[in-house]
């Protein structure tokens, strides 16, 4: 578990599903964010929980409330180069808060620190510059490109790209 003066980073639990729910997985405007599905029923969120709990991912949790109010997570994991891919986010009711740069500011230094990843890498599409303020925050830096897309063989069209080294 990673703690920092508002929030736990903790691997997800099925008892999330709730607070997922209830605070940002239903939500459209903050799963189309990061491109992501809207779920609208417990079921759904605890299959793609199975999935999630083998995964390197984090949720957000809120200490004041102990709620559930996001998720922190690799991608992208390019072994060779040593390098992930980064994807966050946090329920609109907690946006502007600073809780999202708290979190990655707190996976950056934990990934750093307890393995062997020596690049973190991440975008945001054009039309959602908050979420690019939120990777400055948290130490990213505007790069021109990232790794998904240079296997492509393609520019971040509509997407801004980052990246901080250990």
Known sequence: ???????????????????????????????????EPVY????SVLVLL?????????????????ENIGHVSFCRYYEKENTAEIEYCIGKSFWNKGFATEAIKAFIKYTFENTSITKLEAFHRIENPASGRVLQKAGMKPVANVLRFSELEKAPDGDICYAIMK
């Open 1 to 35: 578990m990673v703690n920092t003066e508002r929030l736990f980073l903790r691997n997800f639990s099925n008892s999330d599903a709730g607070d997922m729910l209830k605070n940002w997985i239903s939500d459209e405007d903050v799963q189309s964010s990061y491109g």
């Open 40 to 43: 609208t029923n417990t079921q």
């Open 50 to 66: 199975e999935k999630w709990l083998s995964e390197y991912r984090f949720a957000i949790i809120l200490k004041e409330t102990n």
